[in-house]
C-alpha cells in the first residue's frame, strides 16, 4: 500500500504562485510513477502533469506548459508542482495519483491517490 498526502494549496491572486507536494509513505517511491490531476466542480477529473519513475521525464496538460513544473525528490518521498502565472481556470481540487508501472493521463489507471488540496485562484 501507498499513502499520498498533498498540501500547499491555498488561495491566490491571478497571476500568483503556489508550490504543491505530495509526500509518499509504504513503498519504494522512486519506483512509482506520479501524476497531479485536478478536478473543478462540475467538471471531470483532469490530468495535469505527470513524472515517470526511471528516467523523471515529465509531460504536461498542454495549458499549463511554461507555468507548471512537476519534479520529485526520491531522498524525500516527495513529488513537487510548482505553479506560476496561475489563472482562474486553474482553481480546482488538485490531487497526486502513483502507480508502480502507469505514467500516462488516464486516472483510473493510477492505483494510489491523496486526498486532494484545493487551489483557488481569484481574478
Known amino acids: 500500500q501507498v499513502q499520498l498526502v498533498e498540501s500547499g494549496g491555498g488561495l491566490v491572486q491571478a497571476g500568483g504562485s503556489l508550490r504543491l507536494s505530495c509526500a509518499a509513505s509504504g513503498r519504494t517511491f522512486s519506483n512509482l510513477a506520479v501524476g497531479w490531476f485536478r478536478q473543478a466542480p462540475g467538471k471531470q477529473r483532469e490530468f495535469v502533469a505527470s513524472i515517470w519513475r526511471t528516467t523523471n521525464f515529465t509531460s504536461y496538460l498542454d495549458s499549463v506548459k511554461g507555468r507548471f513544473t512537476m519534479s520529485r525528490d526520491n531522498a524525500k518521498n516527495t513529488v513537487y508542482l510548482e505553479m506560476n502565472s496561475l489563472k482562474p481556470e486553474d482553481t480546482a481540487v488538485y490531487y497526486c495519483?502513483?502507480?508502480?508501472?502507469?505514467?500516462?493521463?488516464?486516472?483510473?489507471?493510477?492505483?494510489?491517490w491523496g486526498q486532494g488540496t484545493q487551489v483557488t485562484v481569484s481574478s
Open positions: 495519483a502513483a502507480d508502480p508501472f502507469y505514467s500516462g493521463r488516464d486516472h483510473s489507471q493510477y492505483d494510489y
